[in-house]
Structure formats: structure tokens, C-alpha cells
């Protein structure tokens, strides 16, 4: 095993757990400011890359059709939370669950309707190629552009929430919502902002992983959960516990799948090693938040 | 109680009203919704009586359904054998995740179930030896001593078990164990001042419910000859969680109504073409999800209480 298989994989786990970022940030403070379990938030994902699909082929360029379907998903977010996710605030987590299911059910059949079910988004040619990192080692250019436009997202999001007024309100509403109400804040403008905001964070992260995966009905669905186990390891309604859950998360499930099949085969014989490396590997991120609740059940970075 | 005789004599007579109107196909139908019926029958013991809300439940079923057609495969034909092994296997699980699970609160408690529910999921799709990803197929339905090969049997062995396994739940919701899972549910501080062990008492149910689960899994992989992982797919557990809450959540005959209006409706939609829909939209009967959405997302916004609710005077608000 060469130190070139490491880095790759490092790289990989880090450009998963930077797209794991970006839906992860939006639900964790939808969940935390507003104490809403949003299930659809995976389908403003799957909305974003269809959205993306179809502009980057309208346009005719790959940056232009991703800029554009940013806002336009996250006023369809906004339009969403102000119709119908608005009314569900008030209604306990069961309710919540069930309504946002629904949504799930509405929105793949409308995919469904208007797009069929999947759309093409290939990968800009100019950055179809491999890059030289360092001697020897060779890295696709595009997953280092995702890797760059994550590590920007994050940096923005976290001066935003951690340095600027709108922050601020961010975060009082997250950690004391009547609080923060009683001092004054607009909570219903800052909740449909900060769902905005969130369906923009979905649609870029999958626009931008649509090319490696696939654009297709059902895609937010997996990676739905994955977000989910991201904001509980960090700690639900914190963008610190949602970076950090999201790199654990990434590099934690890349290295697994890539070395423990290996690291099996060196004691185990290879019948053993090969049924249970993948099968561990694909569980190690359940373990990761299994034992991190059961040590601190609140997550890493409770915002309360 | 007339209304439950009614509901359990029209169950009684539905074989032999299908003969009659040369409609015996859809019994085999009428199986699946009765062993779904099971499942959200014990999906809500723990989420309407407990209110703990389980986002994992498609784990029991599936830990039933994986156990029994595992032991088919290995040899043991005999349903009195496989379908106890199921029960006890799915049993044992919960007992595993609910230790775990029930030491959280709230939003936590919904994740982790969800997150140990996806777990097994990946397990089962990384058991090679018994299909993997593809699932197993079974060559018969087990041996009960019945011919469970016959529709009509099956139907009646289910519905046997369903009923069962409701004046069980009835009793159980009526006794001293029935009355502290309510009151934990409503208030937990005071259950817990007035000396209940609160985390044992929830564990019990959540096993309790788990079992019953399993036995619906085991029924479920008999009726299709076939098991894949799907059954543990989280979506499983969420179309679960809509039954119950489609039928009434903490209602004696929620699981059964939920399931009856919910397979009902998409048999109705993917099965009989509505003449003047089909001219406004000629394939909608492939969108069958919509519907099911929409149906599903009223229910929630406007009858919180369920269908159970509907037909009941107790109007007492229950979230």
C-alpha cells in the first residue's frame, strides 16, 4: 500500500465530507433553530441537480447553469417553507416526519413529471483531466474544484454564522428560540432565510457531485441519512459539529471502504476478509454515531 | 364493540365474497395487507402507547423476515420452528438497540433507530452467502401442518395471527404494564417520581414490539417466497410510521385501518384507470406516489387524529 493510495483517499474522504458539509449545514440549522425534522431536505438536493442539469444544457456552460440554479432552488426552499413547512413549527416531531415524507413522495413524482427520471449533467470537459499534485501523485481536477468550492462554502458559512449580526440571530435562535423572539428578532424572516440558505447549500452540493454520481429520482434519499448522522455527531444546530461530523463522517467512510477490506485480508483468510471488510466498512459510519451518542448523547458540539 | 365484531366477520367472509365474484386473486393481496396491518400494529405499540418515536422498525421486520427464510434455506421447512426463531431473533435485536437507543432523547432517539435500522441494512446487503443484494428466493412457504401453498389458508392463518396478536395488544394496553407505558408517555418526570423503573418499562415495550415485528417479517418473506434487503430500507420504516399514523396513532385499530386505506389506495390507483383522470393525465396511474403524498400530506395537516379517529366519539387530542 503507497503512500499515493493514502493521499488519494484522504483527498476523497475530505471531498465527501466537504459535500456532506453543505447539506449537512443547511439541516442542522433548520433542525436547531426551528426544531423541524426536515426529511425533504434531500429533495431539495435531487431539486437542485435537475434544476442544475437543466440550465448548465440551456446555457450551454457548466458554471453559469450552477450559479443559476443556486438561487432558483433557493426560492423554490423559500416558497416551500412559506406554503406549507411554516405551518408544521408548531406540530410535534411525529407530525413533522410524516409531512415531510410526504413532501418526499409529492416531489419525486413531480421530478418524475417534468424531468423523467434522471437527467444528464457530464462533467465540463476542461477539467476531465488529472492533475499532478506532487511527484507521482495524480488527482482529477474536478473533485479538486469540488474540494476548493466546499472548503470556500465552509469558510464563508462559518465567518457568516460565527462573525457577522445575521450570525448572531443564527445562532441565538438556535440555542433559545422564545429568547431570542422575546428580544425582538423576526424569527419568521430569519426561519425562511435560513431555509433559503439551506436549499441553496443543496442545490450546489448536488450540482456539483452530479457528475461524479448520477442525476437521478431517489438521489436524495441516501445522502439524506448521511446528513442526518453528520448533524448527530456534531450536535444538532452547530455549524462547527456539522464540519466536523461531515469531515468524520467522509474520511471515516472512504478510508474504511478503501482499507479495511485490506487490513481484514492481513489476518483473516481471504473468504473471511472479502464478505466482511465491505460489510464493515459500509456500517463504520452507524458504529462512529452509535458510539458517539453513547458517550455523549448530545453529539460532539451541543448548540445548547 | 359492534363495530369489531362487523370489521371481524367482513375479514371472515372476504375469501368466500372473492369466490363468488370470481375475484379469488386478490386474496393473496388481501395477505400482504393483513401481515402489513401486523407490522403497524406493533410499529404502534411503541410509537402511539410508548410515544417513542421509532424511526427503525423496518429493522424487526426484516431481522423476521431474513431469520425464517435463512432457516428455510439451511433446511428447517417447518414454520413452527422458523416462525418462533424469527419472533425471538427480532426480539433479541431490539432488546440490543433499545439499550442503546432509549439512553437518548427526542430527536436523537429518532436517529439513532433510524441509523442502527440502516446498519442492518448494509449488513444484509453484504451477506453474499445469502443473496446479498439480490435477496434470497424460497421455493415454497413453509410447513405448518395447512397447506399454506392454498391462498385461502394463508389468509386465514394471517388473520388468525392479526387477531391474535390485537386482543394481546388490547389486553396488554388495558393492564398495570399498559397504564405506566401511557403514563410515561405523558409525562416521564412523574411516572419517575412515582417509582417506576421508566428506562426497563420502555425497553419492554420496545422488545415487545420488536417481536411482533418480527413475526410480521416472517409472514411477509412466507407470502412473497422472497426476501431482499429493501425490507430494511429506511423508507420501509417510514411507510410503516405513515400507516400508523394514516390509522390513528396509539388506537387500537390504527396499524390495521392505516394499512388497509394505504395498500388499498395504491392498489386502486395502479389498478382500476379512473376514465376522466386518465384524459387529464394519461399516465398517471404510473405516479401512484403522488397521490399516496398528497393523500398522506392532508391526513397530517387536517385529520391528525387518523381514520381510527374519525369513527371515534373519544375525540380526546392525542399527539
Known sequence: MSWVLIAEQSLNGLQFGLMLFLLAAGLTLVFGIMDMINLAHGSLYMLGAFIAASLVQATGSFVLGVVLAVPATALLGMALEVVLLRTLYQRDHLSQVLATFALILILNEAVRLVWGSDAPLPMPVSLSGPIELLPGLFYPAYRLLIIGVGLAVAIFLYVLILRTKIGMLV???????????????NIRLLFTLVFGVGAALCALAGALLAPLLAVQVGMGEN?????????????????????????????????????????????LPPQVASAAGPAIASVAIYLLMAVVLFVKPQGLFPAR | MKKIIFLVAAAVALPLVLQFTNNLFYVSLASRILIYALAATSLNLVLGYGGMISFGHAAFVGTGAYVASILFVEGVTSAWIAWPAALAAAALAALLIGAVSLRTRGVYFIMITLAFAQMMFYLVNSM?????????????????????????????????????????????????????????????????????????????????????????????????????PNVLHWTQSGTLMIMVILGGVGRLWGGVLGAVALLGLEHLIADYPLGWLAALAPNYQQHAGLAVGLVLLAVVLLAPQGIAGLFSRNTRARA
Request: charged share 15%; net charge positive.
Open chain 1, 171 to 185: 445562532r441565538a435562535g438556535a440555542s433559545n428560540r422564545e429568547m431570542a423572539l422575546a428580544m425582538g428578532v
Open chain 1, 223 to 267: 445522502i439524506l441519512i448521511l446528513a442526518f448522522v453528520v448533524i448527530v455527531i456534531g450536535g444538532i444546530g452547530s455549524i462547527r459539529g456539522a464540519l466536523v461530523g461531515a469531515l468524520l463522517v467522509g474520511v471515516v467512510d472512504t478510508i474504511g471502504r478503501a482499507f479495511l477490506p485490506i487490513a481484514f485480508g492481513a489476518f
Open chain 2, 128 to 228: 453474499k452467502v445469502y443473496g446479498g443484494d439480490e435477496g434470497l428466493t424460497l421455493p415454497r412457504r413453509p410447513d405448518l401442518g395447512v397447506d399454506l401453498g392454498n391462498e385461502v389458508a394463508f389468509y386465514y392463518v394471517v388473520l388468525l395471527i392479526l387477531l391474535l396478536s390485537l386482543f394481546l395488544l388490547a389486553r396488554l394496553a388495558g393492564s398495570r404494564f399498559g397504564r405506566v407505558i401511557v403514563a410515561i408517555r405523558e409525562n416521564e418526570q412523574r411516572a419517575e417520581a412515582l417509582g417506576f423503573p421508566v428506562y426497563r418499562y420502555r425497553l419492554a415495550c420496545f422488545v415487545i414490539a420488536g417481536a411482533a415485528g418480527g413475526l410480521a417479517g416472517a409472514l411477509l418473506a412466507a407470502h412473497g417466497r422472497y426476501v431482499n
